[in-house]
Each structure stands twice: as C-alpha cells, then as structure tokens.
C-alpha cells in the first residue's frame, strides 16, 4: 500500500521561510514524479510544483516561481518543498501526491500538512 | 497555460438523481482529463483517469466521457455519500491545471 506523509507544517510570519516533506512508503519512490498540491482554507486545489523521479526536471506554478524550490532524496524516499518570501496568500494545506506513469493523474494523495502565514 | 472550467459551479440533487459535471479545457487534451471527488475535511481521491477511465474500487455508477477540450462527469444514481466537491483536472501537459470545482449538495 503506497503511504505519503507529509510534516514540516506550522505557523510562519511574512517573509520568513519554511520547509515541509513527504516521506513516501509502499513504493519504488524515485519511479514516480510527485507534485505538491495545495489548498487555502475554503478554496479549490491549486498544483504547485512537480519533480520528476531523478530529480532532473523540476515545475513551478507562477505563483511560487521563484520563492519555492522543490527536490528529492531519492536515498531516504522524501520529497521536499521549500518555501521562502512566504506571503499569506500562501496559507494552504499542502498535499504531495504521486504521478500515475500511465497519465499523469495524481492517483496517491498524503494527509496534508498546514501552512499558516501570519504575523 | 491551459485554463478549466466546470458547469455548474454548485448544484443540489436528491438521492438517487442522475448527475452530471461538465469540464471545458482552453485547449485539447486528448483524453488527459482527470476527476477527483473531495469531502470535507478529507483528502482529494482520484476517481477517474484518461477521461474514463475508473479507478479501481469506484463505485460504477460514476463514470467519464469526452475526449479534445469537453469532458463530462456522471453519477448515474446519486447515492448520500456522493455529496462532496468534485475537480477536474488536465495533465496533458505542465502545469497540471485543476478546475475550480463542482459542489454538489443534498436538496
């Protein structure tokens, strides 16, 4: 059964930076791409980054680019974003999930992590 | 980017309604177009894949269709735990955009 549990999550002040993971069970970890999704409080899912399963190609939506860095250690099956310059707009349950090889789709979702930016 | 949008944004059924969502992509996906269901509180579960394709230990009465840049998704009989948020969302190519959702509720 493939597991992802995600840590790291907290409160953080505006400007300040903050790393959260995911660490990965159940399967051959460095097959897979994984993405961070997130979501704001009362709000729909927003895709932030991606890396493929070597670590060679990473992706970023506009709105982290920049301020955000995805990467993976494919030696401990954890996956890891860091967040710098957060804003409060970037206050969301962060959720890694798994690329089907097949398609694409995110076919394993972990729990979710809380990100708070407030001062 | 490619943008997503879904009709309705929300819709109230009853228990045993047929239901259907639809999705609209700004540019053809093939059949790259994925639905997830999500209750509150929960994590976000893949229902379908590659347009129509169910995923194993989905209910049968949920299925998928479309191909191109017009996809629908449909709940055949509507049953109490369907009642939940449900995204579309393309990976025909990054980033992997998500719809804004369809809520549907009880009547």
């Known amino acids: 059964e493939v597991q992802l549990l995600e840590f790291g999550g907290g409160l953080v002040q505006p400007g300040k930076s903050l790393r959260v993971s995911c660490a990965a069970s159940g399967i051959t970890f460095s097959n897979y791409a994984i993405s961070w999704v997130r979501q704001a409080p009362g709000k729909g899912l927003e895709w932030v980054s991606g890396i493929t399963g070597s670590g060679g190609s990473t992706y970023y939506a506009d709105s982290v680019k920049g301020r955000f860095t995805i990467s993976r250690d494919n030696s401990k099956n954890t996956l890891f974003l860091q967040m710098n310059s957060l804003r409060g707009e970037d206050t969301a349950i962060y959720y890694c999930a798994t690329e089907s090889l097949a398609n694409g789709a995110f076919d394993n979702w972990g729990q979710g992590t809380m990100v708070t930016v407030s001062s | 980017d490619i943008q997503m949008t879904q009709s309705p944004s929300s819709l109230s059924a009853s228990v045993g309604d047929r239901v259907t969502i639809t999705c609209r992509a700004s540019h053809s996906l093939s059949s790259y177009l994925n639905w997830y269901q999500q209750k509150p509180g929960k994590v976000p579960k893949l229902l379908i894949s590659?347009?129509?394709s169910l995923q194993s230990g989905v209910p049968s009465r949920f299925s998928g269709s479309g191909s191109g840049t017009d996809f629908t998704l449909t709940i055949s009989s509507l049953q109490p735990e369907d009642f939940a948020t449900y995204y579309c969302q393309q990976s025909y190519r990054n980033p992997p955009v998500f719809g804004p959702g369809t809520k549907v509720d009880i009547k």
């Open positions: 590659a347009a129509s």
